[in-house]
Each structure stands twice: as C-alpha cells, then as structure tokens.
C-alpha cells in the first residue's frame, strides 16, 4: 500500500514528496530550502536510527560532521536554485553515535509553478560496498605482485577473433603490449609466430570442446619486434549455466629457458666448423622429406657434393686456409640452394644436399649443375684466392626410398663422376638417363606446340548459389599432341614452369580465354560472364604482366572485373617483385582468386596486405565434406574467414548432390565441378552458361555438424 511521507504539521503541502514510499529501502527525507527537515520515511529512520517524530523540524545540518557542513550547505545552495540532482558522499551522524558511510542524491522540489520549493534527499549505506572494493583493490594488488615475482601473467578471452581480451599486468609485460590498451584476441593471435597459430588455434578449440586444460610453448613476437617464447596455459571459461564461453589461462616468458635449450640441441646436430647441419640431422631431414612424398606424389633428390684435389690444397694452402675455404664453400651453398633445402657436412671436404618437389631427375641435374658453377666461381680468402671445383652425385627416390641408401648411392654417384673427369655429375639409376632425355624431348615438344595450335582450351562453368545461375567460368589449357594424344595439364605445366615456357603459354592462355570470353558476351548480348585463368609464379616474376593483362583486356574490349587471376598460395610468398607486380595487377582492377587455399601456406596476413577478392576451397576438402568431420570444419573455417573478409569462396570438385547441399547449408558463395559440368569446349560452355545449374531444394544454413 503507498503511504506518503510523514510531515510536520502546518507544513506546506507543496514540500510534500508523495512519490517517496514508507517501503523504500532507501533513506529519503525532504527539507525546505532553510534546511529545516519536512517529510522522513522508514528507510530513514533505519538508516540513521532516528524516529520520523525526532527529525521533523530539526535542521538536516544535526546529521553532517562539522568539517561536511560547509560544502553540504553549498549543494543545497546549487540544488534550491533548481540545479537538478548532486550526489554527495560522506560520513553521516547516526542515532547511536557512529558514522554511516553514506552516498546521497539531492534534487530540487518544485511546486505547481515550477518554482524550487524544497530539496529532497536520497540516500544508501555504501561502507560496506567501499570495504568490499577496497578488498578486492588489495586482492588484485596482492595478485599482481604475485605474478610479478612469479613471472606468471593471466589472461582470458572470449570467443569469437573480434573478442577483447582481459590481460594482468604482469600479461601486458611479458607481451610487451602497452598496458591498458584494447587488445582483440586476433590482434594477439597475429603477433604469435605463424607456424604456431595453428598450433595455439587447435589447442584452444580442445579445451572448450574437451573441458581440459593444455599447456603449450609458442614464439611470438613483441609489438617492438623483439622474438618471445611464451609457455600458455589454458582451461574452459564457462558462464554461470555451465556454458563455455572463452578460455582463460596464464602465459609466462621462458625465452631464456629456450633459447639454451635450442642452443644445445643445434650443437648435438651441427658441424662446429660449419653450422650446417650434421649427417643425423641430415638423414633425418631426408627420411622426412621422402615420407612428404607420399602426399605430394613428387619426389626427393639427395646429393652428394666432394670438393676436387681438396687434400692438394690444404696441404699448400695450409689446414686453417683449408677450413676456411670449407665455410666460404658452406655459406655459397647456403646462398644458392632453394629455402626448402637442406645442405650437410658429411666430414671433411664432402657435402650433402636434400632437394624436395623434384619432379623429374632432370630438374635434380639442373641443380646439380648450378651447384657446380656457383662453386667455380672464385673464393676469396685471407692470403689470396682459392679457385676448386667439385663433383656431384644424385640420387632420386624412388618407391620404398630409404634416407641412409639414398645418401650411400648418391656418394657412389659421386665417385662415379670424379672417376669420369671431375667438376661433372653423375645420376645414380642409369636408367633415368632416359628420363632426361624424354624430358628434354617433352620440352622441344612443347616450344613446338606454342607455335603448332596443339594446346587449346577447356572451360568449367562456375555457378553461384545465391543466383541459382552460371556467373563464369574458369579456362583450363590441353594439349593435343600429334602421337600421344590429349595431354593434361599435370603432365606438362611442371615442364613449362621448370624450362620457363609457362610465360609465353601463359600468355597464350589468357589472351585466348580472354577472346573467348568476348565472343561469349557477342553471342549473348547483355551477359556478364567473368573468366578466370590461372597464373604461376613465373610468370608474375615478369616485370611487364601487369602490361600484357591490361592491353589483353583493352584488346577484347573487356572491363579489367571481367577477368579473374588465379594463384596457388605459395606464390604470395615469393619475393618483393612479385608482391609488387599483384599489387599493380590489382590496381587495374582485375580481380584476384587464391587458388587451393588451406593447402600451403595458408595466412590471413597475406590475404588483407594483397586485396585478395576471392578464395577457392581445394578439391581434397570438398570431397570429404561430407563423412568427414575435419574437412568439414576446415571448409566451415574457411567460408567464416571469407565471410568475415567479405571475400566471395568457390568451393571446387562438387561431384555429388550431397557436397552441394552441405555447401548450401554452410553458406558458400560459388561451386564448380563435376557436378553441374566436367571441362567444356568453348561452344559447348557457352550452352551451360545460358542454362540453369542442376541445384537441389536449398538446404537451410547452419553450422557444421
């Protein structure tokens, strides 16, 4: 029931507060603007300890401390000239003789005119509150100190990138991150080395799904540069319905502890003359590389390299010259052999080199023969130059390769060249000579072809869900050759790449696709088809591209949106020159597809510092969408990093209905694939491209099961 406030008799009723409840847990008490108390409520009188009937006509000054009285007096001066709501903290009188911490509100009271009649005042015990924050003050003080001398950090973050972090300061040091400032987790997460995101990605995903805490040990880079390793911890952070919504952790600096631990192993594994790594490692490093084969289906090349007349030398020159020349030959082999290499020190003037994705023998004997001419070249020394030669000896896997014989058989490959006249070398399977020489007949094949008519191209239609239509379609070159018939792209490309005839094949390749295109849009006035066509690295490394795609793309009058480039993504991490030519690229306004993306080198950096536009989903993961829960959730992560980018994904090799619907369900952009077309001649593309795309009942989005 409401019940106005008890008043003193006489008062005016325009000082009354009939909004103020004898319920209240509040203390609310009115005063005319002389101070004089007109209206006290129960909450009052429990806070303070004083009866309505003692406080009515009392001056509320009897309730302020001496030291209070001015400033308070001062407030009700600003709240009596109609200055709405002060609020006030201090210590006020009680009945019983204490002090109440109090925070109070005080507003003007207006009559019917509007005119500040009285002042009303508000107020609640927050002692209690200020001691509970003072603890908590102390607690986290205490906490910080601890992990200060600990060297412990502690963190949490919610899900999602875009999520803020909570870091101690203890955290905010170890990261070198300026305390206080905002910190998203992706933010974190880029400052942590890429070969360990995914690492620290899994780990955590486990431990929400799991509920079990991890440990890890990652690099990680400071905002100043400076290279950390970080010992995390994680566990689940759930809320108060048991749901999981982040994870929280500790995070300590051990870079000291590393960086001796890496100090020992590398010196149980290296040469100490040299730094290069020593036969264990190098043997280690082989039977890992032969083991890639079996995925990648290409092939590993061990070579072994034997300084001519090195004896000779060292006794003329002296054993200190001669271990100097041994580093100066290390450091050029360092310097000539691919990032992927590994080059070795067996023992004295012998090393050993490992060359992964060989895809001939003939590729390894290039190398081999660069190997040797970067060797010729002369060394300069303290007390004159030194002019050597080596001999080298190759071998290539094989089925059933193993690391220590093909290490033996490329050393017997060797003796066989010194045998032969030094400064050569020799390949150890006598019968890949043969291979060398259908290479080379492959390559003389193909220059030939360029100029013969015999590559031509296909075309795959592309379809986009959203518009249940064909919207382009990619080219893909063939060659007819005069006695072996269609070659596919797998057979030769490889070829091209290797001897440098993928530039102008293509060439070729995109200014024909790109007059196909045109002759599309003749045939079927109004359209807006699009082409994509696919790039290598090579052919970026030429200065002059942006040039051709430009005038390919005024010569067949189409706008540079009309063309779409597709690259594998180990071409973003080619050199500055290649960065630089897809940066020109993009500013003609031809579009940019990531071709295969998730099987390389996969990185968000690149695809923001490159303007990628679009991304294509690999074949491998698309086929196992469904049944397979791990490449499902690398295509889910995959649309949500295209989504969140607002980059449109194509998924590739759609063979089945199924896939289709998965992909409709997990909200991709675009598909291609059996499914809908198998590679077209340009006048039967152009068929599909006019018809309607085989699409299934659309199934609902979600996310992955």
Not at 20 to 26: E, K, Q, V
Not at 142 to 150: D, N, P, W, Y
Not at 299 to 322: K, M, Q, T
Not at 491 to 496: H, L, N, R, Y
Request: glycine letters at 8%; charged letters at 30%.
């Amino acid at each position: 029931m409401r019940r106005t406030l008890r008043n003193a008799p006489g008062t005016d009723p325009t000082v009354h507060l009939s909004a103020i409840d004898d319920g209240s847990g509040d203390a609310i008490f009115a005063t005319r603007l002389d101070g004089v108390i007109t209206a006290w409520n129960r909450g009052a009188e429990m806070l303070y300890g004083y009866k309505a009937a003692e406080m009515i006509g009392k001056p509320a000054s009897v309730l302020y401390p001496e030291r209070e009285s001015i400033s308070v007096r001062e407030i009700l001066e600003r709240v009596s000239r109609g200055q709405w709501s002060e609020v006030v903290d201090g210590f006020r009188w009680r009945a019983d003789g204490e002090f109440a911490e109090i925070e109070t509100r005080l507003s003007p009271i207006f009559d019917e005119s509007g005119t500040v009649v009285g002042v009303s005042s508000i107020g609640r015990d927050v002692g209690d509150r200020r001691r509970r924050e003072s603890e908590l003050r102390e607690s986290q003080a205490f906490l910080e100190h601890a992990q200060s001398i600990g060297h412990f950090g502690g963190w949490k973050a919610p899900i999602g990138p875009e999520s803020v972090m909570t870091m101690t300061l203890e955290t905010y040091r170890i990261t070198g991150i300026e305390a206080g400032g905002i910190v998203r987790w992706l933010d974190f997460f880029e400052l942590v080395h890429p070969d360990d995101r995914q690492l620290l990605s899994e780990a955590l995903d486990n431990v929400r799904e799991l509920g079990a805490p991890t440990e890890l040990e990652l690099r990680f880079t400071r905002p100043d540069g400076s290279p950390r390793w970080l010992f995390v911890a994680a566990d689940a952070q759930f809320d108060s319905l048991g749901v999981v919504v982040g994870n929280i952790g500790v995070v300590r600096d051990i870079t000291e502890r590393k960086e001796t631990e890496l100090r020992l192993a590398h010196d149980a594994l290296h040469d100490p003359l040299t730094g290069l790594p020593n036969r264990g490692l190098f043997l280690d490093r082989v039977a890992l590389a032969v083991a890639r084969t079996l995925r990648t289906g290409s092939h590993v090349a061990v070579l072994c390299l034997d300084l001519d007349h090195f004896r000779v030398f060292n006794d003329a020159r002296g054993e200190g010259c001669g271990d100097d020349l041994l580093r100066a030959v290390a450091d050029r082999l360092r310097t000539v052999v691919r990032i992927t290499d590994t080059v070795t020190r067996f023992g004295a003037d012998e090393y050993g080199l490992v060359c992964e994705n060989v895809s001939t023998a003939a590729t390894a004997a290039e190398r081999a023969q660069r190997y040797l001419t970067a060797i010729e070249r002369p060394f300069v020394l303290e007390g004159g130059d030194a002019l050597i030669t080596a001999s080298i000896g190759i071998a290539v896997s094989g089925p059933g390769a193993e690391a220590e014989a093909m290490v033996r058989d490329a050393q017997l490959a060797m003796h066989r060249a010194k045998e032969r006249g030094r400064n050569r070398y020799e390949l150890y399977d006598r019968g890949l000579r043969h291979e060398v020489q259908e290479r080379s007949a492959l390559e003389g094949a193909l220059r030939r072809s360029l100029e013969s008519g015999e590559l031509f191209l296909e075309f795959q239609p592309i379809a986009s869900l959203s518009e249940a239509r064909f919207t382009s379609a990619e080219a893909l070159v063939r060659w007819r050759h005069g006695e072996r018939g269609v070659i596919q792209p797998n057979d030769f490309i490889p070829t091209a790449e290797e001897t440098g005839l993928i530039v102008p094949l293509g060439r070729l390749v995109l200014e024909s696709a790109c007059r196909q295109l045109h002759a599309w849009r003749d045939a079927a006035p109004g359209t807006a088809w699009r082409m994509s066509v696919n790039v290598a690295a090579t052919q970026l490394r030429e200065a002059d591209f942006p040039e051709i795609v430009e005038q390919t793309l005024e010569d067949e009058g189409l706008e540079p949106d009309a063309l779409c480039l597709e690259l594998t993504e180990s071409v973003l991490v080619e050199d500055g020159i290649v960065t630089d030519v897809i940066g020109r690229i993009r500013e003609l306004g031809v579009r940019i597809s990531i071709d295969d993306f998730g099987t390389k080198y996969s990185s968000l950096s690149y695809l923001t510092r490159l303007s990628i536009d679009e991304l294509k989903i690999d074949r491998s993961f698309v086929e196992g969408i469904v049944g397979d829960d791990s490449k499902r959730a690398v295509v889910s992560a995959i649309l949500a990093i295209g989504k969140s980018l607002e980059m449109p994904v194509t998924a590739e090799g759609v063979e089945t209905e199924a896939q289709l619907v998965e992909l409709q369900r997990l909200g991709c952009d675009t598909v291609q694939g059996f499914y809908f077309a198998k590679p077209l001649s340009a006048e039967e593309c152009l068929v599909a491209l006019q018809g309607q795309p085989n699409m299934p009942v659309r199934a609902p989005r979600g996310k992955g099961r």
